[in-house]
């Protein structure tokens, strides 16, 4: 556990910035980027990265995501030396608009499950998780809006990938902290992030979910995820290590604890729907939660190993009605089994075929399912990261012909919009029961292939 008052950034600011950015970057054969939890082998080509063709030093060695941003334990594309460019001013990375009628109100709470001991962050004698909820407001007016990191979070993001603020700003969200729930009986949608990432890496989609009318909950899973605050203003950083695809099935034993996560955080909502306050330091909630939530209509979606943790709780918890999968495979007892619930998969443009047991899943899903592939989509294209990349380019020296390795030739701006709608689209099928997006191929959508049904 690391305080977050007792770090610093006073001496990295000015114009002679010593950028290390380890940015998460995977090329084994074919392009692939791997999910976060499977380590590359040393031996694995590095694709057309030389270190020549960097702005500064620069080391590429193959290693395994985090699901977004590599820790220390991870490297991908690591710039170092003297500043890439002299900057009087930091890129301010910018959130898209959400698309709905909606504004956005959230507020971060603090759980602490005294049933479990946690198996990762051994400073917590208990489970300990970090979560926010995301819901439709109206008139916000004198709250401020969120960040997409809280303050010790963002320094320790900063930190695990060696940049400054002075160069990179992080970006503020369009969710009003503390704003009265507008609504009753909200459609639930859970969020679980991958390897080594936070619940705000997928932002851009959940503010879209909540401006259209959904109660969304993002969950952390501390020792799992990257870096997670808390009140007293603690940061945990990742402890989890990633395995080679050889010994894959021993994340399925982490992904227990995960799902565990979901259904206790699932419990909670209800105590929250009932007017109580289940906060570990009981501060004060929003207006409105009580009875905000129709707990019947409940989906989950995630990616990476997040996806992983939704297909293995709707198969322990029948609580969850719906779950999509954003480029994460089914690990465990749920990949064995199967599930009788709707399920959808979308997949980066290279599928994994080493990803073991991947194809006998699809067979035992006996629900409505759905497997799509976007096009140009790398495996953090359905996350907040492409954003990232792309706006903070200029600063850090990434050509053209880098940041398409890193993004795909997908368009961050289209990433969003593909990621968005089809998100949508499930949950607004199997939680309201319309729209039409997923009968067939869209015109909007060319990048996005049916692969199977």
């Known amino acids: 556990m690391v305080s977050a008052s007792r770090r610093g950034w006073q001496g990295l600011a000015g114009s002679a910035l010593s950028v290390k950015l380890k940015l998460a970057l995977t090329s084994p054969p074919g392009g692939r980027v791997l999910p976060s939890f499977v380590r590359?082998?040393?031996?694995s080509p590095v694709g057309s990265f030389r270190t020549a063709s960097l702005p500064s030093v620069a080391v590429m060695n193959c290693a395994l995501l985090r699901g977004g941003v590599a820790s220390a334990a991870t490297v991908g594309l690591l710039l170092t030396g003297p500043a890439v460019q002299a900057v009087s001013k930091p890129v301010t990375v910018a959130l898209p608009q959400p698309t709905g009628p909606r504004e956005i109100g959230t507020v971060a709470l603090h759980l602490r499950d005294g049933s479990r001991a946690d198996p990762w962050i051994k400073?917590?004698?208990?489970?300990?998780?970090?979560?926010?909820?995301?819901?439709?407001?109206?008139?916000?007016?004198?709250?401020?809006?969120a960040p997409w990191l809280p303050p010790g979070a963002a320094e320790a993001f900063y930190r695990d990938n060696s940049l400054s603020p002075a160069a990179v700003s992080l970006p503020s969200t369009h969710g009003r902290e503390g704003a009265r729930v507008a609504g009753r009986g909200l459609p639930v949608v859970l969020f679980s992030p991958g390897n080594g990432a936070d619940r705000s890496m997928n932002t851009t989609t959940v503010e879209e979910l909540a401006s259209w009318g959904y109660m969304v909950v993002t969950i952390d899973h501390p020792g799992d995820a990257g870096e997670v605050e808390f009140p007293d203003g603690?940061?945990?950083?990742?402890?989890?290590?990633?395995?080679?695809?050889?010994?894959?099935?021993?994340?399925?034993?982490?992904?227990?604890?995960?799902?565990?996560?979901?259904?206790?955080?699932?419990?909670?909502?209800?105590?929250?729907?009932?007017?109580?306050?289940?906060?570990?330091?009981?501060?004060?909630l929003p207006e409105g939660l009580h009875g905000a939530f129709d707990l019947s209509r409940v989906g989950m979606f995630g990616h990476s190993a997040g996806g992983a943790t939704a297909a293995a709780t709707m198969l322990e918890d029948r609580r969850v009605k719906a779950v999509l999968n954003l480029d994460g495979p089914a690990l465990g007892k749920v990949a064995a089994k199967g599930?009788?619930?709707?399920?959808?998969?979308?997949?980066?443009?290279?599928?994994?075929?080493?990803?073991?047991?991947?194809?006998?899943?699809?067979?035992r899903l006996k629900g409505w399912r759905l497997h799509v592939k976007t096009k140009g989509a790398k495996h953090n294209s359905?996350?907040?990261?492409?954003?990232?990349?792309?706006?903070?380019?200029?600063?850090?020296?990434?050509?053209?012909?880098?940041?398409?390795?890193?993004?795909?030739?997908?368009?961050?701006?289209?990433?969003?919009?593909?990621?968005?709608?089809?998100?949508?689209?499930?949950?607004?099928?199997?939680?309201?029961?319309?729209?039409?997006?997923?009968?067939?191929?869209?015109?909007?959508?060319?990048?996005?292939?049916?692969i199977a049904r």
């Open 40 to 43: 590359v082998p040393k031996s």
């Open 123 to 145: 400073a917590h004698d208990r489970r300990e998780l970090m979560i926010s909820l995301w819901y439709p407001t109206r008139r916000p007016d004198g709250h401020p809006a």
């Open 234 to 284: 603690t940061v945990t950083d990742r402890v989890l290590k990633p395995v080679p695809v050889s010994r894959l099935d021993e994340k399925a034993e982490e992904i227990k604890v995960r799902v565990a996560d979901t259904r206790f955080v699932l419990d909670r909502l209800k105590e929250l729907n009932k007017g109580r306050n289940p906060d570990a330091e009981g501060r004060k």
């Open 339 to 363: 599930l009788a619930k709707p399920y959808m998969l979308m997949e980066a443009e290279i599928f994994d075929k080493s990803i073991p047991g991947q194809k006998a899943f699809w067979s």
């Open 382 to 450: 359905y996350t907040d990261l492409p954003l990232l990349y792309e706006q903070a380019a200029p600063v850090i020296g990434l050509s053209k012909e880098q940041l398409r390795a890193i993004n795909g030739t997908l368009s961050a701006a289209r990433s969003v919009a593909v990621t968005r709608a089809y998100t949508m689209a499930f949950f607004d099928l199997h939680l309201r029961r319309k729209g039409d997006l997923l009968d067939r191929h869209s015109s909007r959508f060319p990048e996005v292939q049916v």
